[in-house]
């Protein structure tokens, strides 16, 4: 079964900075792409960013420039690094392989508010 945990969630102010992590259980982590979703209550989730198994990167354009998606295949972790953030990044954020069929985690929230 797999089991997708993300943390590294919380409050900050517009400017500031989090890292997001995505514990994955799963033996074939470095195999599959993964990616970052958010969602805000009302909307669909969306993907923030991605990366291949050769670290290939993508993002879109509202994060590109500001967030940094990375994976650590010993640890098994994928991580977002969030710089600048902005009022509107405010999102619960999700982690998933890029064919979204994991089972979905708990999400992190992240807030971003002065």
């Known amino acids: 079964q797999v089991q997708l945990v993300e943390s590294g969630g919380g409050l900050v102010q517009p400017g500031g900075s989090l890292r997001l992590s995505c514990a994955v259980s799963?033996?074939?982590?470095?195999?599959?792409?993964m990616a970052w979703y958010r969602q805000t209550p009302g909307k669909q989730r969306e993907l923030v960013a991605g990366?291949?198994?050769?670290?290939?990167?993508e993002y879109v354009d509202s994060v590109r420039g500001r967030f940094t998606i990375s994976r650590d295949g010993a640890k098994k972790t994928l991580y977002l690094q969030m710089n600048n953030l902005k009022p509107e990044d405010t999102a619960v954020y999700y982690c998933n392989n890029r064919y979204q069929n994991y089972p979905w985690g708990q999400g992190t929230q992240v807030t971003v508010s002065s």
């Open positions: 990366i291949t198994s050769d670290r290939t990167t």
């Open positions: 799963v033996s074939s982590f470095y195999v599959y792409p």
